[in-house]
């Protein structure tokens, strides 16, 4: 939750402050991502338990269709980003059409309760963070002129 949500809020900071919009604008939002993501599983904020079936203690039915739905508006807002870094470097380019894959999947799977779908998004989900190292490596190298 930490290293992921607000680590990427503070790179977005840093982004803002070298004057890039569009890495001020990706950071802090899959930040967000992360954090609204660990909220749902934090036993405080009910939001787990008003998915739970009092009687047995078990998830209901409604809970995967509702993160699936979750992350099937992450998937679009993604889409989007991809769209915008073609313009921008290879590596964050690919990063965002991978997390497209590993989004759509993961939606897929979720929906289907298909766990075939939801591993091979995982699967994805190594990549993208393969290509996140990569990315943050490129864009800090120092510049030689």
């Not at 802090?28 to 934090?42: D, E, K, V």
């Not at 979750?70 to 073609?86: C, D, E, G, N, S």
Request: proline share 3%.
């Amino acid at each position: 939750m930490f290293f992921g949500g607000v680590c990427q809020f503070i790179a977005g900071i840093m982004e803002f402050c070298s004057g890039n919009t569009f890495g001020a604008t990706v950071f802090p939002s899959y930040g967000a991502f992360n954090l609204s993501y660990a909220m749902i599983y934090i036993p405080g904020t009910g939001i787990l338990a008003s998915y739970t079936d009092s009687s047995t203690g078990q998830l209901n039915e409604q809970f995967p269709q509702a993160l699936a739905m979750y992350i099937w508006a992450w998937f679009i807002l993604t889409v989007i980003f991809t769209i915008a870094a073609m313009r921008s470097s290879w590596v964050l380019f690919l990063d965002l059409f991978f997390l497209d894959i590993d989004l759509i999947l993961l939606a897929c799977g979720y929906m289907l309760n298909n766990t075939t779908l939801l591993k091979a998004g995982n699967g994805f989900g190594f990549v993208v963070a393969f290509l996140s190292c990569k990315c943050l490596r490129t864009h800090n190298s120092p510049k030689r002129y």
